[in-house]
């Protein structure tokens, strides 16, 4: 059986692959084990289940723990560590999708240079009336 490759060649994202218990998640990341419990019943993080229903960690679990914690000791309810956590998710799919057309819109201004006539910088003709001199 081929083994599945490892690094920057392997296609799933290693950070939400969940690989810590709750004893280790909460070393990690400095929460007690009840406040991720508490996290998880207000719905702030949701950490993946085993067969056996333990809870397992991932990386992105981890910052998201973080984030939840710092939010919550600037005196901010789980309700508006949702909203936020919900207006963040929002902001970076908008400044994706804005780098994205950003980057169709140098694609399409790059192909239309070529197609545009470029100026000639030849003098411009005389009008034969056109006197420097002043009559007095």
Request: hydrophobic fraction near 30%.
């Amino acid at each position: 059986m081929p083994r599945k490759p490892y690094g920057p060649g392997r296609r799933d994202n290693l950070n939400s692959v969940p690989k810590y218990s709750i004893a280790v998640a909460s070393e990690l990341s400095g929460i007690p084990q009840q406040q991720l419990r508490r996290m998880e019943e207000s719905g702030l993080i949701a950490p993946q289940r085993t067969g056996g229903n333990t809870r397992r960690y991932s990386d992105d679990d981890l910052t998201r723990i973080t984030e939840v914690g710092d939010l919550a000791n600037e005196g901010i309810n789980a309700a508006g560590i949702r909203y936020i956590r919900k207006l963040r998710d929002e902001l970076a799919a908008l400044q994706s999708e804005n780098e994205a057309l950003r980057q169709q819109l140098a694609a399409l201004q790059a192909s239309l240079q070529p197609a545009q006539p470029r100026p000639t910088s030849r003098p411009r003709p005389r009008a034969a009336d056109d006197d420097t001199a002043e009559t007095g």
